[in-house]
């Protein structure tokens, strides 16, 4: 067997066959065979305007031709960094605050901690270290993503992990507050999805983030909103926390933030944690990647962001999720589902024992829609928010007759 020389992420290395996707536009993607495909994923969660807008990929390509790459580290800027930073930071739930920029959702997570930690450290509380998290969290794949992770088969084999973390049931506001009642005072943060994404598609119960968030006030503890999936028009609003009426003192954010067509990513830093970073004037941030406050990502992140705002995806989204959830709750209805989970635009299945989500998934690709399966009973839907309603009914088709 020759394997290719590209080692894909989140998969079998041994694996030597792969559907390779040539083209996209709208919610569609076709692969090199011809063969077309309703993105019922939305690639990774992450393709919120759908495929092949030309007005990102006018303005990537302008600002490349003007200056594609510098970098922001002292004493550097440039304009749609600072501009993407103002324009996050005026959506932001939290008045007055500053933005960190990142390319991915887990370089994010692992900003949030530490900033969280740092602004600890910067207020003169250096005991408070430890980051908690919730059961079947997904936070990325760089070490303090990982180790906040509720999903242990992801873990495993990496180890030794960071020091400092702490998983707690998932919904379970009483275990929180035991906990936060003997532990409190060494608590930096809490770290949550509003909505859990890949740990299975899981809205939170109601009064669960209110819960945090009170405890986290009560024991002086930053409340970090893990955001990449549920920023940026997934769940209706600009932020998940403003869906939920929560919030946070942090927000970490990707994927649609620049539909994906370029990395990006980042941190929403309220007051309360970039304050204490500027009381000395003195005091050098010794954290930011090459890529913080990338000339083109951060032209595309505009540029999404304005065909989200001129397109109204945001109140398309609740349109897209009213329909979509209608579909896979008559799909529940006629017993081919267990369970039908999801809030905005974004929705799973639960298949029940007897299913295998793999299986399902590949029947459904080969009738020419895309889904993810999620462990081995949940499908994932998430589709770009421009899809069509008869694709929407494509979709929920499609898996009705994969499952008979
Ligand atoms: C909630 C959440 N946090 C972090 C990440 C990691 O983002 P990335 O894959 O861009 O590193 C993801 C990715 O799916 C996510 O859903």
Request: with cysteine.
């Amino acid at each position: 067997m020759t394997l290719g020389a590209f080692l894909h992420p989140f998969c079998r290395p041994t694996r030597d066959e792969f559907i390779t996707i040539v083209r996209g536009e709208g919610a569609l993607v076709w692969d090199d065979e011809g063969h077309e495909y309703i993105d019922g994923m939305a690639s990774l969660w992450c393709v919120t305007v759908g495929h092949g807008r030309r007005e990102i990929i006018d303005a990537v390509t302008a600002q490349m031709r003007e200056l594609a790459v510098y970098h922001c580290f002292e004493p550097f800027s440039n304009e749609p960094a600072d501009r993407l930073a103002t324009e996050i930071a005026s959506l932001a739930p939290m008045p007055d605050s500053r933005i960190f920029l990142t390319t991915s959702g887990s370089e994010a997570v692992d900003s949030a901690i530490k900033l969280a930690r740092l602004a600890h450290v910067r207020a003169g509380r250096p005991g408070r270290t430890l980051v908690l998290s919730r059961d079947r969290g997904y936070h990325g794949v760089t070490f303090g993503g990982m180790a906040a992770q509720g999903l242990p088969p992801n873990q495993e084999g990496f180890g030794p992990h960071v020091e400092g973390f702490e998983n707690l049931p998932a919904d379970d506001i009483e275990a929180w507050a035991a906990f936060m009642a003997e532990h409190g005072h060494r608590v930096a943060a809490v770290l949550a999805e509003p909505v859990q994404g890949a740990g299975g598609v899981y809205p939170p119960p109601e009064g669960f983030l209110e819960g945090l968030r009170r405890l986290c006030d009560q024991h002086g503890a930053y409340l970090i909103f893990d955001e990449v999936i549920c920023a940026f028009g997934r769940l209706g609003e600009w932020f998940g926390a403003t869906r939920f009426g929560v919030t946070p003192d942090l927000i970490t954010f990707a994927k649609g933030v620049s539909s994906g067509y370029v990395p990006l990513g980042g941190v929403v830093i309220a007051p309360s944690v970039h304050e204490p970073l500027e009381a000395d004037d003195a005091y050098l941030l010794r954290h930011g990647h090459t890529y913080s406050g990338h000339p083109t990502c951060a032209a595309a992140g505009l540029a999404n962001l304005a065909v989200l705002r001129d397109d109204d995806l945001l109140a398309r989204a609740l349109i897209v999720g009213a329909r979509l959830s209608a579909g896979l709750r008559a799909i529940e209805a006629d017993g081919l589902v267990a369970e039908v989970r999801g809030d905005g635009a974004v929705w799973a299945v639960g298949l029940g024992p007897d299913r295998d989500a793999a299986q399902v998934r590949d029947r459904m690709l080969g009738d020419g829609v895309i889904c993810r399966p999620i462990g081995p009973d949940t499908l994932a839907f998430c589709p770009p928010l421009i899809v069509s309603d008869e694709q929407i009914d494509r979709i929920v088709d499609t898996l009705a007759s994969a499952l008979r």
